[in-house]
C-alpha cells in the first residue's frame, strides 16, 4: 500500500500535486469562488474586521504562510495563534471575528477547544479539515475541506500543502465579499492557484538529489533553516519535519533576525537551509538573503540554498542548490516545502528511524 515506496510519508509527499488540485476542484464556477458547506453568508464575510487563524504544529505553520496572502488580498490584520496559548489569553472576539481553525485531523484537542472558546465569544468559525464529519468542523459555523485524502504518516505533507491551498481560498473567498479585489483579480489568483500541482510536479523531480544529499548530511548535531517573508514559516516548517522525524535539533528563523542572535549559532561544518525568495519577485528581500548567505559561508556553515531555477546570483554561495519552478512569490512555499520534506525523511531513515511512526508522536493528538 506503500506504493512501491520504501515510507508511507513519500508517497504521500509524491501525493501533493494531486492533494492540491483536488482541494481546488470546484470551488471557483460562474466567476466566484465558492466555499463547501457555507454557514456563514456573504454579508457575515463583508462585515468581518479581524481574522484569527488558530492550530498546531504544521497546520499552525499554514496559517503563518496564509497570513500574507489574506492581509495583502483582504486589507484585514489576520492574527496566527497556537490553538494552545489562543484560549489562555482572552483574545479579543466578537461577531466580526473570523477564527478560521485548520487541521487535519479534525480531532486536535488544542484546536477544538480553542473552536469553542471562539463560538463561546461569538466569533464565526471555518475550520479547514482533512477528515469528513470530524469533531472540529462539526462545532464550526462552516467547513472548508481539504481533499488530501487520508495522510498516514505521522509528519503532515500533503495536508500541509492542501491546507496552504485552502487557507488561501478563505482569503480570496474574504476579498471578493469585501471588494477588495475585482473579480478579474480573483479569478487570475485562482488560476495561478490552479497551476500549481504542476509546479509542485516538477520540483518532484529533485527528490533523488535531496535524498542523496539528506545521506550526507544524516550525521550532523543540527540543522538551521532560515527564510524570510512567506519563506520564513517554510523555514519553521523544515525545522519541525526534521525534529520530528530525525529527532535532530533544528531550528527556524526569519533571515533577518540572524544579526540579533542565531548567527552566533554557526560554526565550521553546520549545516543551513536557506529557502531564497525569487530574484524578480522580491527583489530586495533576495539580495539581503545572498548577503546572509555569504555571511554564514564565511563563518563555515555548509549553505544548501532552495532557491528559483536560473537564480545565477545565489550559485557562488550555494554549497548546494536544490532548484524550485519560478512561481508567484505568495505560492512559493506550496514549492520551497517539498525538498525540506524529502530532506527531513531521509535524514531519519538514514539514521535508522522509523520515518512513518517517529517516536512519541501521535497522527492526531486528542489531549490537551
Ligand atoms: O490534525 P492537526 O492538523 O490538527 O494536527 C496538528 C499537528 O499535531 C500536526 O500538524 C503535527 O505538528 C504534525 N505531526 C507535523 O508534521
Given at each position: ?27 471557483f ?16 464575510l ?33 492574527e ?14 466578537d461577531r466580526d ?18 473552536v469553542?472558546?471562539a ?12 477528515t469528513?464529519?470530524?469533531?472540529i ?7 472548508l ?47 495561478e ?8 510536479q ?9 535524498r ?7 550525521d ?7 527564510g524570510r ?31 540579533h ?25 533576495h ?14 556553515a ?11 546570483t ?19 512555499p ?13 535524514i ?21
Open positions: 500500500e506503500k506504493g512501491g515506496h520504501e515510507y508511507f510519508m513519500l508517497k504521500e509527499i509524491e501525493e501533493q500535486p494531486e492533494a492540491l488540485a483536488n482541494t481546488l476542484r470546484g470551488h464556477e460562474s466567476g466566484r469562488i465558492i466555499l463547501d458547506e457555507q454557514r456563514i453568508s456573504d454579508q457575515d463583508r462585515d468581518v474586521d479581524k481574522v484569527f487563524v488558530v492550530a498546531c504544529g504544521s497546520a499552525y505553520h499554514s496559517g503563518l504562510v496564509a497570513k500574507y496572502a489574506i492581509e495583502h488580498w483582504t486589507r484585514l490584520p489576520v496566527v495563534e497556537l490553538a494552545s496559548e489562543f484560549r489562555y489569553r482572552d483574545p479579543v472576539l471575528t473570523l477564527v478560521v481553525a485548520v487541521s487535519q485531523s479534525g480531532e486536535t484537542a488544542d484546536t477544538l477547544e480553542a469553542r472558546h463560538r463561546e465569544q461569538k466569533a464565526r468559525v471555518l475550520a479547514v479539515c482533512n469528513n464529519g470530524a469533531q468542523p462539526r462545532e464550526s459555523d462552516a467547513v475541506y481539504t481533499h488530501a485524502g487520508p495522510e498516514i504518516g505521522v509528519a503532515s505533507t500533503k495536508a500541509f500543502l492542501a491546507q496552504i491551498a485552502a487557507n488561501y481560498l478563505v482569503g480570496l473567498a474574504l476579498a471578493q465579499a469585501r471588494g477588495t479585489k475585482y473579480p478579474d483579480e480573483v479569478a487570475r489568483e485562482f488560476a492557484l490552479e497551476a500549481m500541482p504542476a509546479a509542485v516538477k520540483v518532484l523531480s529533485t527528490v533523488d538529489q535531496v542523496d544529499l539528506g545521506r550526507r548530511i544524516a550532523s548535531k543540527a540543522i538551521l533553516f532560515l517573508h512567506v519563506g520564513f514559516p517554510v523555514a519553521l516548517e523544515g525545522a519541525l519535519k526534521l525534529k520530528e522525524l530525525a529527532y535532530m535539533h533544528a531550528e527556524g528563523f526569519a533571515a533577518g533576525e540572524l544579526k542572535g542565531p548567527i552566533a549559532l554557526i560554526e565550521e561544518g553546520l549545516p543551513v537551509v536557506v529557502v531564497m525568495p525569487s530574484p524578480k519577485g522580491r527583489a530586495v528581500l539580495s539581503k538573503l545572498v548577503s546572509n548567505i555569504s555571511e554564514i559561508q564565511a563563518r563555515g555548509r549553505t544548501i540554498v532552495i532557491a528559483e531555477e536560473g537564480d545565477e545565489v550559485r557562488p554561495f550555494a554549497d548546494e542548490l536544490i532548484e524550485v519552478p519560478a512561481v508567484p512569490t505568495l505560492l512559493q506550496l514549492v520551497s516545502t517539498v525538498p525540506l520534506q524529502v530532506l527531513a525523511a531521509e531519519a531513515r538514514a539514521r535508522g528511524y522509523d520515518v512513518d511512526k517517529p517516536r512519541n508522536l501521535a497522527k492526531s493528538v486528542t489531549v490537551e
